[in-house]
């Protein structure tokens, strides 16, 4: 219940709040650190931390690219951990772990999640982890007070949809398309319902992820979502303009959050 | 999730959200072809007219006479239309892919042979196609990738990661995440989420049944011993499936041993000691990984069985011992092949090769009344570039150097 808690204060204040996402060890985690110090100054909501995996089969180029050169350069789980607990100890907002079930499976599930828990991480993305082979870990989760973060596509129906609703917590992560991280999405009418939908199916703050790349996009969501996500989009700023050009870009987005609060 | 999607402890089906659905209506397209004798014979009159089944079991009289054990019989799965044993897979879903009213096709290959027949069945049926496939098995195989773009394929070079055929998996489920209402991911091996392992074994059973009656014919009882390749484990299931409970025939997988078990430079994931349980590419197995979950590098010299992780139907059968596990090294491989060829002339793939391994090894401890069957599960004309370089043949070095000195005018 924290992080939902947390969420709808938040929300209380703006009309949309903003997740990003950073890849641990990519370009460095030292890097990550300057990253993740200019989006909690930018005023973004939580930050999703993506333990590198070498078969991230959800996430588009520029996510495979940065979890592949990640552990090319040695990143491993135990210094992704330390580092989740020390963004955790520092700043105020919530801190989420995204990796691939394999992760969690190789470090033991309870071994995982009551380190998570002692680190006061807020929440679990596992995008290859159903709730068909992984409702117990979102229930030993939940009883740790780490939010198990379900994934709504527009492909599912809404039979479905409650049934995941049921396992999650926190709030409900939508893709906006079908697909992989990283292609701009085009958020055309059928977006709409498919938001509508996920919203009657549920009543955990809804998330949109996959493509949000511009102010535009994050507008594109208000009166529709709770937060909006944005991924790829800031590793791909990190690569062409370096650390220092995550600040305004953030700004930019967040600007469009505070605007009418 | 439904009981049938695990064996034992292995298996299972972890896929993103996104396709949960597409997974629903292949389950009941796939319970519905199993439970129609329609589809088998469909099935079987395909195989029977468009490729070469059933395909002989050849005794092979001057191998078994060399070894001086027992009777060699060898499958040929290399007669099948394409080469190779993946025709029966790719036929058979092609005419599930009918069934279900998709228009595309997609499919990852290694040794190009599993993309070569997709090419081949898309092309018969009218499906559009792409091919995913690593760049070092590209680099490999160039002939393959040749067939399959006459054929109307498209081919997709995958740069990522190890750029093998675990890193064309990945891509090929990036593109089906995508496409999933006009496209069916034709999965080459026993592997990945469920239903496909089961599926994939059920089409390939087609070897075993014809394997059994030919060697009851043949030699007038059930073999004493069945090797097999191990890559995926699809032609290893599709023999051994026939003879499963048998308590006077042993099952034999060969993995690629590469330079050796303790050279860390192999693919073998149940004889060796480099593997542990894991869950990737949707299923849960024995994968070449670290402590830390990430994926090994493996190494084989064919391209066909260096695969990180193996059938979960396979992993089930090693840990209640039903099947036993063996690898086989590059060396020893090109040596099988050397003495098939002179021996039978048969030229058995690179992948095959590794069953003649230890079939060669265990033969003379059999008494010449045993028989023993190999599965060839295709023929290694495909491989003639890395066959030549393994014996450093002078004059097939002279003819490409001629050939690109004649590209380059």
Request: charged content about 20%.
């Amino acid at each position: 219940m924290q992080l939902e808690n947390y969420l709808r204060q938040k929300k209380a204040t703006k009309d949309i709040l903003l997740m990003t996402h950073i890849v641990l060890g990519y370009p460095s985690l030292d890097a990550n650190r300057a990253v993740i110090e200019q989006m909690v100054a930018g005023g973004v909501d939580c930050i999703e931390m993506q333990i590198p995996f070498t078969e991230p089969m959800a996430d588009g180029p520029i996510i495979l690219k940065a979890n592949q050169e990640s552990i090319a350069g040695g990143t491993t789980v135990e210094e992704c951990l330390a580092f989740g607990a020390e963004m955790s100890r520092t700043y105020e907002i919530p801190f989420l772990y995204m990796t691939y079930y394999n992760i969690i499976y190789k470090y033991g599930e309870a071994r995982f999640l009551d380190r998570a828990a002692a680190d006061g991480i807020a929440g679990l993305i596992l995008p290859d982890l159903p709730p068909e082979e992984g409702a117990e870990l979102c229930a030993a989760a939940r009883k740790r007070g780490i939010a198990p973060i379900l994934i709504f596509a527009p492909t599912s129906t809404e039979v479905r949809m409650r049934e995941l609703s049921g396992h999650g917590a926190g709030f409900i992560y939508c893709t906006a398309r079908r697909g992989v991280t990283g292609k701009h999405s085009q958020l055309d009418a059928d977006f709409g319902d498919y938001l509508q939908r996920c919203r009657a199916a549920t009543d955990l703050p809804l998330a949109v992820g996959f493509g949000i790349q511009s102010r535009t996009d994050v507008e594109a969501l208000i009166g529709l979502a709770d937060m909006a996500v944005i991924g790829s989009q800031t590793i791909k700023l990190v690569d062409e303009q370096g650390v220092a050009a995550v600040g305004p870009f953030i700004a930019t987005l967040n600007d469009v959050s505070g605007t009418s609060s | 999730m439904d009981s049938t999607a695990y064996f034992g402890q292995w298996g299972g089906s972890f896929i993103p959200e996104v396709l949960h659905e597409t997974f629903r209506h292949l389950e009941r397209a796939f319970a519905e072809i199993k439970s129609d004798p329609a589809f088998w014979q469909e099935y079987i009159t395909l195989m029977s007219t468009y490729s070469c089944r059933p395909t002989p079991l050849t005794h092979a009289e001057n191998l078994s006479q060399h070894f001086g054990g027992a009777q060699i019989y060898i499958k040929r799965e290399d007669l099948n239309h394409t080469g190779a044993h993946k025709a029966n897979n790719v036929m058979g879903q092609g005419l599930l892919v009918k069934r279900m009213g998709k228009t595309r096709v997609i499919a990852e290959t290694g040794a190009g042979q599993h993309g070569v027949a997709t090419a081949t069945m898309a092309a018969k049926f009218g499906f559009d196609c792409t091919i995913y496939m690593g760049e070092e098995d590209v680099a490999r195989q160039r002939p393959n990738v040749f067939w399959m773009e006459k054929m109307g394929a498209t081919v997709v070079t995958v740069r990522d990661g190890s750029r093998t055929l675990k890193d064309a998996i990945n891509e090929a489920f990036r593109d089906w995440v995508t496409n999933m209402d006009t496209t069916h991911y034709v999965f080459g091996t026993a592997c990945g989420p469920a239903p496909f392992p089961e599926m994939v074994s059920w089409l390939q059973s087609i070897i075993g049944q014809e394997a059994r009656e030919q060697i009851l014919r043949q030699h007038g009882r059930l073999p004493a011993r069945i090797y097999a390749c191990v890559g995926g484990g699809s032609n290893s299931l599709g023999i051994f499936s026939s003879f499963f409970g048998e308590a006077d025939t042993e099952l034999v997988g060969v993995e690629a041993g590469g330079h050796g078990l303790d050279s860390g430079q192999h693919a073998s994931r149940l004889c060796g000691h480099d593997a542990s349980p894991g869950v990737a590419q949707g299923y849960k197995t024995m994968f070449l990984q670290n402590s830390d979950g990430q994926m090994l590098d493996t190494h084989s010299v064919s391209a066909g069985l260096d695969y990180i992780g193996v059938s979960p139907i396979l992993a089930d059968h090693w840990e209640k011992k039903t099947v036993r596990f063996e690898a086989a090294t590059d060396r020893e491989v090109i040596e099988a092949l050397d003495l098939t060829m002179k021996k039978e002339g048969i030229i058995p793939a690179l992948e095959s090769a590794h069953a003649f391994v230890q079939a060669f090894k265990e033969a003379p401890e059999l008494s010449p009344d045993d028989a023993v069957i190999i599965n060839m599960s295709g023929r290694g004309d495909k491989d003639i570039f890395t066959i030549a370089q393994a014996f450093d043949d002078p004059s097939w070095k002279d003819f490409i150097i001629q050939r690109a000195a004649a590209y380059q005018k």
